[in-house]
Every structure is written in structure tokens, then in C-alpha cells.
């Protein structure tokens, strides 16, 4: 996919912090608009149809679901834009409410502008942005350290050996390349490693994740 | 009646003497937005800790603004009234609340906003010992005055003495019930027996008087009501203050949560934005980053995580070297890091991270990983990197604070290239005792 036509949607409540990611995101990103609440970002999202919404998990409005009533409400109206978290909060409720709401990433607020340019091109074409902390809690909510593995590939309840890997090397906070350099495979098999473990993180049935999803009622 | 009339609503906060100069006190280190909400209280109608008899003169008088002698002096006018006083004094002894947990907790106790409060321990035994005393003290002055040759009417007397014993039971299992302490069938099998007792004592009154006749019997039959309405209505009363006090404790706790959502949206955000603008490596951001780190300790960590906690403990560590060095940490828990560090592995961390910060600086991973026996710790930086051999023998960080460490405490130290080939790669594996493990998220 060329990356000259990448198009964003920032949302957050603080129009500080939207103006600051608007300088600084990478000047081939095109920003089609912003949003501050709920409403604004399903109405601006759905006018503008950028190729990704870089979205901020807490948010006021709507019925008070935050980000993840954001991607609920697009993902009904068939829109294909796919979605970035931004959270300053690494609670693994909040991260977990927006994955398994369909989100494709997430990235805490303190990252760079570079740093945020990148995710949202992996999200563009179609990738997961997995960071350390989300790395570490799939490990803990996927029972690896107990050593839990699943047998095979459509397993949604546990992870593979490989995707294990792969967690761990991100929770350590190796980059993508990086992973794949050590693990001696390529830069597209590690992403689709994560992409596989992001399906799972959203599908899953595991009593770790539905917890969390039940307690908000998400499902 | 007394308990419900509403204060007139106090205004002039700022410069109203607070009647209540302990709850005052201790309402300051809970932060302003806590005494934003409690300020605009008047003080309710609680008994206080230092008491002369029951605390109700001292406590009404603080809910009311009388002073606490023109209190007392009419509930001695109202005593010599044919008792009204006492009887009024016994009531609002008996429904009024003692003041407990909130007002009288340490101060530490509610430095977290999400920490359970305190349950307040009942005193089951006092009104039993009591009542089971003025039992006992009617039968041996009985006995006492029988052996004298005195006509007692013991007709009268025993079936007293049974009621008692039977008030006190009952009066004991309620208590009891109340603070949660005893099982709920040998509590029921005691209420009953005092209500039977009650009964027995009771009946007994009636039937050995002599001229039984429809007026003894109406009598007696609404005097057992009575009883069984007296022994119930301590019960009654306390489950309905109970009930109050459990739905004040949701209303705090909402409170909280309201606090700490409300610092999560707005306090953190700008942290977070102070950091993404002044880049890692900055004082502003170490400032900024730091006060983080506090306010999501405070936010987030009272009842969840203890000290010993390994996470928190390499998050300590980060935050001192974070303080000295242009450092930022990432710490990332897998496993079961509720239990403490292994001291061996919790220095060598430290010396691994401290080099990280000193050699390499900017983004530092640390990375713990425990379970199944085994605790791994892997610190990777991205700095120009290095290898054992290179390090001169001088140089005591490396060598003997962390792989010897490591090898003493029977765990091994490995070091190599961070991610890429950049930077340096610390792990750090030690064997940990069996009962430790097992998978557990952090939050």
C-alpha cells in the first residue's frame, strides 16, 4: 500500500493535545479533521472517511462508552476506517475494552510523533501496533507463563509457541524488525504473528479477557 | 423525631467554627478535593469516642450547636419527669451511631482512594455481661433473703430471672450477627432459645399467679408480644443503621472513583502531553514523568498492590535512577508478580538498570517475566552497547554486582546485544521456590 495517502481523524477531548499531535505527526500524514466527544467523532469520521482515527479511549458524550462506543458506532455504519488507541492509562481494562471493540492498536499518549506516524501506517495497512505493556498483559491474560500453548492454529483461547515468541520480544520492547531478526523470520511473518494474536485478543473467550468485557458490558 | 431534623444549611463555610476539630484534622491529607465534598457538611448526629455516660449529650450538642451543658442539665430536668429523660437518653443511645470509621481511621488508612475502609469491631459482650450480672445479682439476693426468712415471691422472681438471661442471650447473638463474626445456624439456634426463654419466663409470671381469668391471660399474651418486640427491636434498628452505613460507604466510594476519573482525564493528559513535547530525555519530562508515576500510585495501586510487590518494586527503582539520569523505563510484569523479589535478583536489576541509565540513557525496557519456578529478568537499552570481555576488570558493575550476585544465589547473568544488534541485553534468571508461582495478571 503506498503510505502518500495515508488520512487521519484525530479524537480527543483535549484540544491541546490535538494540536500538538497535528504538528507533529509525520507531514505525509493528512489530517481530515478532529474530534472532541463521542458524537463529534462518529459524525466526523463517517463525513471524512480517513483511512485511520488515531482515538483517545477516554472521551465524553455518546452514552458515556468512550472510545470504544466510537469504533462500535463506525463499524455499523460500514465505514472501513480502522482505529488507533491512544490512552495515557495502560489499565488493561481500558486497553482491552478498545481491542476488543476493534481497535488495531493502541499507544500510549506519551509517544512520539514519529512514533505515532509509524503505528498509523501499520494500522493503515492493516497491521496490529502492539505495545510492551499490551504485549506483557496478552502474555499474563493468555496464561504463558503458566504454560499454556495452544495445539493449533484456529485456537482462539491460547497462544502458539511462535506468537509467544513475539510477545515476549515486544514486551521486552523489541521493534518489529527487530523481533524478526532475532527470530530469524521475516518482518511480514511477525506481523502476522501479532495481527493473529490481535484476532485473538478480540475473539477470545478466555475468562481473563471476558471478565473485563462482561464487567463493562461489552459483550 | 431528634435524629432526622434536618440542619439549617451552613453557608459561611470559611469562616464558621468547625465544631469537630478531629475530623477536620483528618481531612487534610486526603487532598483538597476530598475536603471540597466533606466541608459543606454540617456535622450529623454521631456519638463521640470521649464520652461521660453514652456519648448522646456530647454528640447532640455537636449536631445541634447547643452547648453540651444546657444539654445535659435538660436531660436532667427530663429525667426527674417521671424518667422521661433516661428513657429519651436510651433511645437515642440505642439509634444514634457511634462515631466510626471515616472520622477516626488513620490518616493512612484512606491515603488511597480505592482502599476498602476499616471495619469497625462491635463490642458483642456488654450489654450481655450486664443484663447476665442483674441475673445473677436477683437470684443470690433471692437466695439471700429466702435463707433470711424473708418471704420472697419467688413466683415472681425466677420467671424474672429468665427473662434476663434470655434479653441477654438474645442481645449477645444480635451483637454478633451485626459484626459478622459468628456463623448464622448456632445464632439462630440462639435467638430462638432466647425467644423462648422470653416466652417461658414470661408465661411462668402469669400462670403461677393464682387467679387466672381472661384479663391475665389478654395481659399476658400482650406482654409476650412486647417482649418478643423488645428483643427484636435492638436487631431492627441496628440492621437498618447498618444498612445506612453500608449505603454511606458506596456513596465515598463513588466519590472516589469520581476523583480518580476525573484526575486520569485531566491531570494525566497533561502529564502525558508535557512528556510527548519535551522528549525523553529532558528534565521537564523526568518532572513531568515522575509526577506520573505518583499520582498513578495513588490513583491506582491502595488495594490492589503491596510494597513487596515485585512490579513495584522495579518501578521504585526506575523512578529513583529515573530522578538521577536521562533515562525513561519501561516496565513491563508477566506472571505472578504479586510476591516479593528475590533479594539476589532485586540488586542485580538495579545494577543492570543503573548501567543502562549511565551507558546508554534514553529508553530502557525492563522486563519480568515470573512462573513456573523460574523468574526471568531481561533490562534492554539501546545504547552503544558491550561485552564482558571489554569491560576492564576495575570495573566492578558488571562483574561483581551482577553476575557474581546472580551465581551466588544460584541463578546466572547472560549479557548480549540488544535488539538489532544495538545496545546490551541483560538477562537475569534465578530458580524461585515452587508455592511463588502460578500465572496471575497484575491489575
Redesign the interface.
Known amino acids: 500500500m503506498p503510505n502518500d495517502d495515508l488520512t487521519v481523524v484525530i479524537v480527543d477531548?483535549?484540544s491541546?493535545?490535538r494540536s500538538?499531535l497535528r504538528a507533529?505527526l509525520d507531514p505525509a500524514i493528512t489530517v481530515l479533521g478532529e474530534a472532541a466527544t463521542v458524537d463529534d467523532a462518529i459524525r466526523i469520521v463517517a463525513e471524512t472517511r480517513p483511512r485511520v482515527a488515531l482515538l483517545d479511549v477516554?472521551l465524553p458524550g455518546g452514552r458515556g462508552g468512550g472510545g470504544a462506543e466510537v469504533i462500535r458506532e463506525v463499524a455499523r455504519t460500514g465505514a472501513e476506517t480502522r482505529f488507533l488507541a491512544l490512552s495515557?492509562?495502560d489499565?488493561?481494562d481500558d486497553v482491552v475494552r478498545v481491542i476488543r471493540a476493534g481497535a488495531r492498536g493502541y499507544i500510549?499518549?506519551?509517544?512520539?510523533?514519529r512514533e505515532v506516524s509509524e503505528a498509523a501506517r501499520r494500522v493503515a495497512d492493516g497491521d496490529a501496533v502492539f505495545s510492551?505493556?499490551l504485549?506483557?498483559?496478552v502474555?499474563?491474560?493468555f496464561?504463558?507463563?503458566?504454560?499454556e500453548t495452544a495445539e493449533t492454529t484456529e485456537e482462539l483461547d491460547r497462544l502458539s509457541a511462535r506468537e509467544q515468541e513475539v510477545m515476549?520480544?515486544i514486551?521486552?520492547?523489541?521493534?518489529y524488525?527487530?523481533?524478526a531478526?532475532?527470530l530469524y523470520i521475516s518482518p511480514k511473518t511477525v506481523e502476522t504473528h501479532v495481527s493473529s494474536v490481535l484476532r485473538k485478543l478480540q475473539l477470545s473467550s478466555r475468562h481473563?479477557l471476558t471478565a473485563w468485557a462482561l464487567e463493562r458490558k461489552l459483550l | 423525631m431528634v435524629a432526622t431534623v434536618p440542619d439549617p444549611p451552613r453557608t459561611d463555610i470559611g469562616d464558621a467554627p468547625d465544631p469537630d476539630p478531629d475530623s477536620s484534622a483528618v481531612r487534610a491529607p486526603a487532598g483538597g478535593a476530598r475536603a471540597l465534598i466533606s466541608g459543606v457538611q454540617t456535622p450529623s448526629l454521631l456519638r463521640p469516642r470521649l464520652r461521660v455516660v453514652g456519648g448522646v449529650c456530647a454528640g447532640f450538642a455537636e449536631h445541634t450547636g447547643v452547648p453540651v451543658s444546657v444539654v445535659r442539665s435538660a436531660a436532667l430536668l427530663l429525667t426527674l419527669c417521671g424518667g422521661a429523660g433516661a428513657l429519651l437518653y436510651a433511645w437515642l443511645w440505642a439509634t444514634t451511631p457511634a462515631r466510626t470509621e471515616v472520622a477516626d481511621a488513620p490518616p493512612s488508612a484512606r491515603l488511597h482512594p480505592v482502599a476498602p475502609a476499616p471495619a469497625q469491631p462491635a463490642v458483642p459482650g456488654r450489654v450481655t455481661e450486664i443484663l447476665l450480672g442483674i441475673a445473677l445479682l436477683a437470684a443470690a439476693a433471692a437466695l439471700l433473703a429466702s435463707r433470711l426468712g424473708v418471704p420472697v415471691p419467688l413466683a415472681v422472681v425466677i420467671p424474672a430471672i429468665v427473662v434476663l438471661a434470655g434479653a441477654a442471650m438474645a442481645w449477645r447473638q444480635f451483637a454478633e450477627l451485626r459484626s459478622g463474626v459468628a456463623q448464622s445456624s448456632p445464632v439462630l439456634v440462639r435467638a430462638l432459645a432466647a425467644l423462648v426463654l422470653v416466652t417461658v419466663g414470661i408465661l411462668l409470671f402469669f400462670v403461677t399467679s393464682d387467679r387466672p381469668d381472661i384479663w391475665t391471660v389478654v395481659i399476658a399474651s400482650a406482654t409476650v408480644l412486647v417482649a418478643v418486640a423488645v428483643v427484636v427491636a435492638p436487631w431492627l434498628v441496628r440492621l437498618n443503621r447498618d444498612l445506612s452505613e453500608e449505603r454511606a460507604a458506596r456513596v465515598r466510594e463513588s466519590e472516589r472513583a469520581e476523583i480518580a476519573a476525573h484526575l486520569?482525564?485531566s491531570v494525566?493528559?497533561?502529564?502525558?502531553?508535557i512528556?510527548?513535547?519535551a522528549?525523553?530525555s529532558t528534565d521537564v519530562a523526568r518532572l513531568a514523568?515522575a509526577q506520573e508515576r505518583d499520582l498513578r500510585d495513588w490513583l491506582?495501586t491502595g488495594s490492589t498492590t503491596s510494597a513487596a510487590d515485585a512490579g513495584a518494586a522495579l518501578r521504585a527503582f526506575a523512578a529513583e535512577i529515573e530522578q538521577d539520569f536521562p533515562v525513561r523505563f519501561?516496565v513491563?510484569?508477566?506472571?505472578?508478580v504479586t510476591a516479593p523479589l528475590p533479594e539476589a535478583i532485586a540488586a542485580a536489576a538495579r545494577e543492570a538498570m543503573l548501567n543502562a541509565a549511565r551507558h546508554a540513557g534514553g529508553?530502557?525496557?525492563v522486563?519480568l517475566?515470573?512462573?513456573?519456578g523460574r523468574t526471568e529478568l531481561?533490562v534492554?537499552d539501546r545504547g552503544p552497547g558491550f561485552a564482558l570481555e571489554d569491560v576492564p576488570a576495575d570495573r566492578m558493575g558488571v562483574r561483581g554486582s551482577i553476575a557474581e550476585r546472580m551465581r551466588r544465589a544460584g541463578g546466572a547473568a547472560r549479557i548480549t546485544s540488544g535488539?538489532?544488534?544495538r545496545g546490551t541485553?541483560v538477562t537475569l534468571t534465578i530458580s524461585t521456590p515452587a508455592d511463588e508461582?502460578?500465572?496471575?495478571?497484575?491489575?
Open positions: 477531548d483535549h491541546i493535545f500538538g507533529d477516554h495515557v492509562s489499565a488493561a500510549t499518549k506519551s509517544a512520539s510523533g510492551p505493556r504485549a506483557g498483559f502474555l499474563d491474560a496464561g504463558v507463563v503458566s504454560g515476549r520480544l514486551a521486552r520492547g523489541f521493534a524488525r527487530d523481533v531478526a532475532e481473563e | 486520569h482525564d494525566l493528559q497533561t502529564l502525558a502531553l512528556q510527548q513535547k522528549g525523553p514523568r491506582f519501561d513491563v510484569t508477566v506472571g505472578s529508553d530502557v525496557s522486563y517475566e515470573s512462573g513456573e531481561v534492554t535488539p538489532g544488534g541485553s508461582t502460578g500465572s496471575h495478571a497484575e491489575r
